[in-house]
């Protein structure tokens, strides 16, 4: 139940910013985070966000992407910023909640970001 959108194609050195909107009935949200993984690689955690705004980045975007969340619209965004011509990867969010009677982490279907040089 999470719609990611945002991902495109944009030249080294532009912006982008990513959305994950939870779409359902998913209650007691807490994580939410974004995940990346190029071809041939290992799937890697980008940035996370607790319920209560902790943020936490990997080394490799510090300083260039900001990760935020809107409870209100139930949205986690990632804000990338100058971007280079090693981030280009599918983007998933991830989301741990409940939805139903299951608990656990909730994975969106991926958004292509592809960087020229």
């Known amino acids: 139940p999470l719609v990611e959108s945002g991902g495109d194609l944009v030249k080294a050195g532009e912006s982008l910013r990513l959305s994950c909107a939870i779409s359902?009935?998913?209650?007691?949200?807490?994580?939410m985070a974004w995940h990346r993984q190029a071809p041939g690689k290992q799937r890697e955690l980008v940035a996370s966000?607790?319920?209560?705004?902790?943020?936490n980045y990997a080394d490799f975007v510090k300083g260039r992407f900001t990760i935020s969340r809107d409870n209100a619209k139930r949205t986690v965004y990632l804000q990338m910023n100058s971007l280079k011509p090693e981030d280009p990867a599918v983007y998933y969010c991830?989301?741990?909640?409940?939805?139903?009677?299951?608990?656990?982490?909730?994975w969106g279907q991926g958004t292509q970001v592809t960087v020229s040089s």
């Open positions: 991830t989301v741990t909640g409940t939805s139903g009677f299951r608990g656990g982490d909730y």
């Open positions: 359902g009935a998913m209650h007691s949200i807490q994580n």
């Open positions: 966000i607790s319920s209560s705004g902790t943020t």
